[in-house]
């Protein structure tokens, strides 16, 4: 997934990073796998943006990118682009430390996958590749980049939501692979077992690790311009919706380090399962 733009092009926007008040710097929000409008990553950078966290975009459209920022800006948040290739170590460490130099980071969330749909025999070893590049490998790369700037946040350990927030987008084929899936199976299934590893490693130092199944299809820009009538037979709230997401993801960000959730399911009320 090359970026449409080099990661060394600078963010369309350029808010400061210290509060309106001028006081101290706004905690920071580094959300991967961003795109279109009406998709999971910009929605999760709208919630950040609305409980005034300075959201950080990466994906690899630079015009979807800044077309997501505007947005936040003209509801009064404040955002910055940065486009790349989650699964270019280079480019993402670039944007990390770009990224640093915001505020400090308080949560960090991994979106970004590739999804091959085929029969087993039909997928190419390059498809298979890059679904396990854009999940499995791009997500250590973004949570080891991400795990440096929560640990060096200066958020204390012992404070009730610690120092932060490293949060995963799953599915179900993380759980359970079947055709035509087998290739996005495997890349999530991978994503899910590095997002338990971090949790184990880093619940201790202070930082909240979890991941989130996507269980059923989400009512979006993917979902409606490829299987409209799939959205049309799911009827009201047969789908889930990006805002109801984006809620269960700002709930785990601000759970009591006593009671801390790894890993959370969400569907729709109809959904079999």
Known sequence: MPPNTPPTTPPTSAPSPVSPSGSSPSPVAWIAGVGASAGLGAALARRFAAEGFLVALTGRTQAQLAAVAAEIEAAGGRAQVFAGDVASEAEIHGIAQRVKALGPLSVAI???S???RA?????SVDQFTQAWRTSALGGFIFAREALQGLLANGFEATAPRARGSLLFTGATAALRG???????AAAKA???SLSQSLAREFGPEGIHVAHVVI?????????RSNAPQRV??????GLLQLDA?????WQLHVQHRSAWTQELDLRPFKEPF
């Open 232 to 237: 049309a037979q799911a009827g009201d709230d």
């Open 119 to 123: 029969p087993t025999l039909e997928i």
């Open 215 to 223: 269980d059923g299809g989400i009512d979006g820009e993917r979902l």
């Open 190 to 192: 991978s994503l899910r």
């Open 114 to 116: 590739s999804a091959v």
């Open 245 to 249: 997401i984006a809620e269960n993801y």
């Open 178 to 184: 079947k055709p035509p899936f087998a290739a996005f």
């Open 110 to 112: 991994f979106n970004a």
